[in-house]
């Protein structure tokens, strides 16, 4: 049986009650925005996971250092610099991407509080700096280096550790709605 918008209207009219799919559907619609937000975060998530693996991996990114090499910056070291720079250059193409998904998609439906979209953008890029660029980093890190996870494991634990940080920055303050 489909479930079609006139199957309802008639599974409706005949019970006089909703039917389970336009309750679900009812509920979707009033968690839009929020579903948009977790799509585009999919995306930049498959976006970082993806530069990783090439950055990482590819013995064609000869410019890089090796892994395991370690390097010495002035106020601390690190134990594998390749991972280090891949984790921040993963984390930052990501970050471009996702900004303009939720610019062009996921807010696009809301009046938003008036500002120049290179505000929004620094301001975005500010919040994600702390969790992508700090959160995950961090956690992927200290999970790899300290624990001894695969990386490809301890992404996904530093993404869940960035959600709730980015949902809520991004839909009470960057994307805000605008005042009644």
């Known amino acids: 049986m489909e479930f079609t918008p006139k199957y309802e209207a008639v599974a409706s009219a005949e019970t006089g009650q909703i039917t389970l799919w336009q309750a679900l559907r009812a509920r979707l619609r009033e968690h839009s925005t929020l579903l948009r937000f977790a799509a585009i975060g999919a995306s930049g998530y498959v976006t970082y996971q993806i530069v990783f693996l090439l950055l990482y991996e590819s ?16 106020a601390f070291s690190h134990s594998d610099a390749r991972l280090l720079i891949t984790t921040l250059v993963a984390a930052e193409l990501s970050i471009v991407g996702v900004f303009f998904g939720h610019h062009f998609w996921t807010f696009r439906d809301r009046a938003t509080a008036e500002k120049p979209v290179r505000l929004r953008f620094i301001q975005f890029n500010a919040k994600a700096s702390v ?50």
């Open 59 to 74: 013995p064609l990114i000869w410019f890089l250092p090796a892994k395991g090499e370690d390097l010495g910056l002035i």
């Open 131 to 180: 969790s992508s660029l700090g959160l995950i980093t961090l956690v992927v890190n200290l999970l790899t280096l300290e624990v001894g996870a695969s990386p490809y494991l301890a992404i996904p634990a530093g993404v869940a550790v960035a959600f709730l940080w980015n949902w809520t920055w991004d839909s009470r303050y960057i994307w805000r709605r605008q005042s009644p």
